[in-house]
């Protein structure tokens, strides 16, 4: 989770709170519970039904009536919080902070939010009377899982051994193992931050890189700043990509980074598919110079029919579903609850999105 920001002073009105976002009734219930002063308005009639749990779209099928559209506006119109961008979109955003005077705050439900809010274009202005806090922390463990599944995965040969299987083939070889290789983490977040948690536990050597080079996390060995990161590959025997996509972090893994690291390394994304040159990668993977990798996001997505990662053999695709969990909405509720609770006393919110780097 992001440091906190200052918010301002204790609120002693009402406060009135929409939930933009498909959400459970009992969370929404509990919700209420939070403090006598909110106000929830909650018509999950006019809220596209979820696809799957915790989907945070609903069905791109669903069209309000003339009615439930004007109610719709309306109770958008009354907000000072939202749970949700509306739509789940841009245009969402950039609609309600327009139309809406009183809105103060969104939680976004995506921890990612902060490419919506740089998407949206917003003045300086509309950044300083509506602040914008993500949701990240929430998938932090659902994504590392799938960090170390990804590594194990390659490191212990996964793809042999699924052949083996359908072959009812009985051969003794030696596999290869997490324990004692270096594990790079690229990003050093919440979810980074559980990466390394995680591959500490498997006894690798942790290395790091964020933004600034600064930050005490146990586990990890070392951390550089953005400015180290081709420097650090040749030693990235498993490399751990949770970056947000920000104008800096864009295409930041080229053919350069990528061409540095060792034979035989592998790599995981779950931060952003735009910040690693698909191509180069597609390259190395081809060449064999890289054990595998597990992807989870992508430049282009849903990923195109023809991209070539589809066909290789050491390619774990995953649809950008890693962070799906049937407790996602619990743990957001969870993370609004206590974020509400500041908002009251006039706290610092925690996982505010930065209004000029954007993550
Ligand atoms: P956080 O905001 O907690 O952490 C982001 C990390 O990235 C920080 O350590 C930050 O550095 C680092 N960073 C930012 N810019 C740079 C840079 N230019 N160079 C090096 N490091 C940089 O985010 P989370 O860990 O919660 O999530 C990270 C991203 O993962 C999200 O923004 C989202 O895009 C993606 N995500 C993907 C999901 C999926 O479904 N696959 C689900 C959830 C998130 P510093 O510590 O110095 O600030």
């Known amino acids: ?26 969370l929404v219930a509990r919700i209420q519970e939070v403090d006598d002063r909110i106000d929830v308005r909650y018509q999950p009639e006019l809220l596209p039904p979820p696809c799957y749990p915790c989907d945070h779209r609903g069905s791109d099928t669903f069209r309000r009536s003339h009615d439930q559209e004007g109610r719709w506006v309306r109770m958008l119109a009354e907000a000072e919080v939202l749970f949700g961008v509306p739509g789940d979109s841009t245009q969402g955003l950039v609609d309600v902070v327009a139309a809406n005077p009183t809105l103060r705050w969104i939680q976004a439900t995506a ?10 274009g917003l003045t300086q202005n509309a950044l300083a009377r509506v602040t914008i806090t993500s949701a990240s922390g929430v998938h932090a463990g659902p994504l590392a ?64 890189v964020n933004r600034t080079g600064k930050a005490e996390v146990a586990g990890v ?39 540095r690291m060792p034979a035989g390394a592998i790599l995981v994304n779950v931060g952003r598919g735009g910040v690693i040159d698909e191509r180069a990668l597609i ?69 505010r999105v930065d209004p000029t780097l954007f993550y």
């Open 1 to 26: 989770m992001r440091e906190p920001v200052h918010n301002g002073e204790p609120t002693t009105r009402r406060v009135v709170v929409v939930i933009a976002s498909p959400l459970e009734p009992a």
């Open 111 to 120: 921890a990612g939010a902060g490419e919506t809010v740089r998407q949206a």
């Open 145 to 208: 899982e799938f960090a170390m599944f990804g590594l194990l995965a390659f490191a212990r040969e996964l793809p042999r051994l699924l052949a083996d299987t359908r072959a009812r083939r009985w051969e003794h070889y030696p596999v290869g193992e997490l324990a004692g290789r270096t594990l790079l983490v690229v990003g050093l977040g919440a979810i980074g931050r559980e990466v390394a948690r995680l591959g500490a536990a498997f006894g690798m050597r942790v290395l790091a």
């Open 221 to 259: 060995a070392e951390v550089h700043p953005s400015s180290s990161l081709v420097d650090l590959m040749p030693q990235a025997q498993a490399v751990v990509v949770t970056l947000p996509l920000t104008e800096e972090t864009r295409g930041v893994l080229d053919a350069v980074a990528i061409g």
């Open 283 to 351: 390259q190395a993977l081809r060449d064999g110079r890289l054990a595998g990798a597990a992807l989870d996001v992508f430049a282009t997505e849903p990923l195109p029919l023809d991209s070539p990662l589809w066909r290789l053999p050491n390619v774990l695709i995953s649809p950008h579903t890693a962070a799906l969990s049937l407790r996602e909405n619990d743990r957001i509720a969870d993370l609004f609850s206590e974020n509400l609770r500041r908002y009251l006393r006039g706290d610092d919110l925690i996982n």
